[in-house]
């Protein structure tokens, strides 16, 4: 059973940095697309980023493109969403997430596409 852990999220002001953290456990995380969702008060989930197994290929909203980048490192087991220039439309609940089959980089940006989910990390942005 896959286990995934998020971390550093927090309060920030707009402009500002965070790096989110998801550390994985429970499967082949190597072998794996990951992903991060997000949701804001009152909205439904919505798609974030994702990173292919081999970190070869990404894919982004269109609203973060430029201010954040998802990467991993596959000997750690984690994947991280680096993100800058952070806006008060940015705030939400961030959720990694991992694919339900392996070398799948098809629809990344369907929460069909996943199996597995963290238990999410806040990231507030003031204005």
């Known amino acids: 059973q896959v286990r995934l852990v998020e971390s550093g999220g927090g309060l920030v002001q707009a402009g500002e940095s965070l790096t989110l953290s998801c550390a994985a456990s429970?499967?082949?995380?190597?072998?794996?697309?990951m992903g991060w969702f997000r949701q804001a008060p009152g909205k439904e989930r919505a798609f974030v980023a994702a990173?292919?197994?081999?970190?070869?290929?990404?894919f982004y909203t269109d609203s973060v493109k430029a201010r954040f980048t998802i990467s991993r490192d596959n000997a750690k087991n984690t994947v991280y969403l680096q993100m800058n220039s952070l806006k008060p439309e940015d705030t939400a609940v961030y959720y990694c997430?991992?694919?339900?089959?392996?070398?799948?980089?098809?629809?990344?940006?369907?929460?069909?596409?996943?199996?597995?989910w963290g238990q999410g990390t806040q990231v507030t942005v003031s204005s």
């Open positions: 990173i292919t197994w081999n970190g070869r290929n990404t």
């Open positions: 997430a991992v694919a339900s089959r392996p070398y799948n980089s098809l629809h990344t940006s369907s929460e069909d596409m996943y199996n597995g």
């Open positions: 429970g499967r082949t995380f190597a072998d794996y697309t």
